[in-house]
Structures are given as C-alpha cells and as structure tokens.
C-alpha cells in the first residue's frame, strides 16, 4: 500500500487471506474503509429537496465540487439534515458528497474479495468502523474484530444483537 493505494495486489490479498484466517472469519460480509488522496469529501447546502432530486443535483454540481472527472468516479451521498429558514432566507439542506476513483475502489473490492471475503459497503474509513461496531451496545454483546490500517480498513459486520 502507498497513500491508500494498492501497489501490490497479491501481498494485499495475502494479507486479507492471513488475517481471515487468523481471525476465523468465514465469508462474511465486511464494510472496506478507505483513507486514501484519491477520495474527496464535501459538505454541500442545497435547497430542500426529495432524495432523488438530491441526487440528480449532485451529479449536475458534481464537477464544480470534485476534482475528480465524472467517468472516473464513483459517487456517494448523506443527507445531514436541513437548516431551519433564518429570518430573510429559506431553509437548506446539508448534504456530506463523497466521490473516489472507481478504479481505487474496484482494486479495493477485488482485493478483499480475493481475500475470501465478500464486502457490504465501502467507505470513508471512519464510517466503515463506525458502521463495524454494534450500537447501542449491549452488556454482554459479541463485539466485531475491526481492523485498522493505512488503507484499506476491514471490519466484519456485527452479529444481529442478541447472537452468541
């Protein structure tokens, strides 16, 4: 791996397949986290809008917001939640953009894949952990193996609450 990027794909599989096995994780669904220079996130404000429209929008303002050229990249969004009208304007809606290199993120999948896993979702790093760990946590509740590196992150879903 160098800045979040595979540059040798069999170590990197041999890597996933030695942990898997180590771990005793079977073919399970995994969230991949990644932490690399070739994803860009932003913050974007819009006017209140259904969730389809958002996303419509987003891909019309998308080359004004990322430095990344439209056949090249894979988009993501979150809807953060909309911002009451001040006084003298209208409410907005607060949307997180995500947008990587979908050749980044096809060499990541691959990867895990290759790996012996099957990956749930690829991420921000920090959300793929987030998304790792059972919430709310429950006394007693089986917590999963996550794992942190450089890029890319792998964490195995949690168990529905209450398995052993």
């Known amino acids: 791996m160098r800045e979040g990027e595979i540059v040798d794909m069999g170590a990197v599989v041999g890597a996933i397949g ?15 986290g990644l ?37 090249d990249a894979t988009l993501d969004f979150a809807i953060l939640g909309e911002t009451p009208a001040p006084e003298s304007g209208e409410p907005s809606l607060q949307v997180l953009l995500a947008a990587a290199h979908t050749a980044t993120i096809r060499k990541v999948v691959d990867a895990v894949e290759a790996g012996g896993l099957t990956v749930a979702s690829v991420d ?18 089986r917590a999963p193996a996550v794992v942190a590196a450089p890029a890319p992150a792998v964490a195995p879903s949690p168990p529905p609450f209450g398995d052993p």
């Open 35 to 71: 932490a690399t220079p070739r994803l860009v996130v932003r913050q974007v404000d819009m006017p209140p809008m259904s969730r389809d429209d958002v996303a419509g929008a987003l891909r019309f303002q998308a080359p004004e917001l990322i430095p990344i050229p439209l056949d």
């Open 124 to 141: 921000l790093l920090p959300l793929a952990l987030m998304r790792a760990l059972p919430v709310p946590p429950e006394v007693g509740a």
């Open 18 to 32: 030695r942990l898997r096995r180590e771990l005793g994780l079977k073919r399970q669904p995994v969230h991949v």
